[in-house]
T-cell receptor, first 112, second 111 residues
């Protein structure tokens, strides 16, 4: 039981490049989330998927797109990376409702 | 929108001293969750409180949920170096799918 996995662990992009961050969970959870965490900051919600087939914007969605590929997988795409998107990105999942969230190990992204 | 603030932002204690972090929400919460993030790691769930005035303990950690369900606290008795990390509170407003995280308190413990 791997929990929540994220790929890649590290990535360096040049301004304007695109990439997709992958997230998968094997806990049969309904809801999945993408957060970003900047140095010394808390967690800010980018997008979430309350259930398979639905996605909604969070607090900081600009510059990102998401796809809930199936119940297990939720990907985050940066179409044209900017230095302001340098951050650590965490994926999380939960059965839904008021349950706790389970986090992946994170992707450390640097945009130069 | 809903905001959750934590104080202090940072605290440095000597091992054996007590530590408290406070969490305040701008809106009434359905629940409060606490997470711990070790340096370089990811947030890990510690506990959830749901009832007004609820108090829960986990060994040296004591968690409280305020009577108005808008604030919470985490108290660590006799800190150890293993307590180092950032502590986040988080809560749901109503039955919304979104969990709003607090700003976090970074705890440093030295011998």
């Amino acid at each position: 039981n791997a929990g929540v996995t994220q790929t890649p662990k590290f990535q360096v992009l040049k301004t304007g490049q695109s990439m997709t961050l992958q997230c998968a969970q094997d806990m049969n959870h309904n809801s999945m989330y993408w957060y970003r965490q900047d140095p010394g900051m808390g967690l800010r919600l980018i997008y979430y998927s309350a259930s398979e087939g639905t996605t909604d914007k969070g607090e900081v969605p600009n510059g990102y797109n998401v796809s809930r590929l199936n119940k297990r997988e939720f990907s985050l795409r940066l179409e044209s990376a900017a230095p302001s998107q340098t951050s650590v990105y965490f994926c999380a999942s939960t059965p839904g409702g008021l349950y706790e969230q389970y986090f992946g190990p994170g992707t450390r992204l640097t945009v130069t | 929108g809903q905001q959750v603030m934590q104080i202090p932002q940072y605290q440095h204690v000597q091992e054996g001293e007590d530590f408290t972090t406070y969490c305040n929400s701008s809106t009434t919460l359905s629940n409060i969750q606490w997470y711990k993030q070790r340096p370089g790691g990811h947030p890990v769930f510690l506990i959830q409180l749901v009832k007004s005035g609820e108090v829960k303990k986990q060994k040296r950690l004591t968690f409280q949920f305020g009577e108005a369900k808008k604030n919470s606290s985490l108290h660590i008795t006799a800190t150890q170096t293993t307590d180092v990390g950032t502590y986040f509170c988080a809560g749901h407003a109503g039955t919304a799918s979104k969990l709003t995280f607090g700003t976090g308190t970074r705890l440093q413990v030295t011998l």
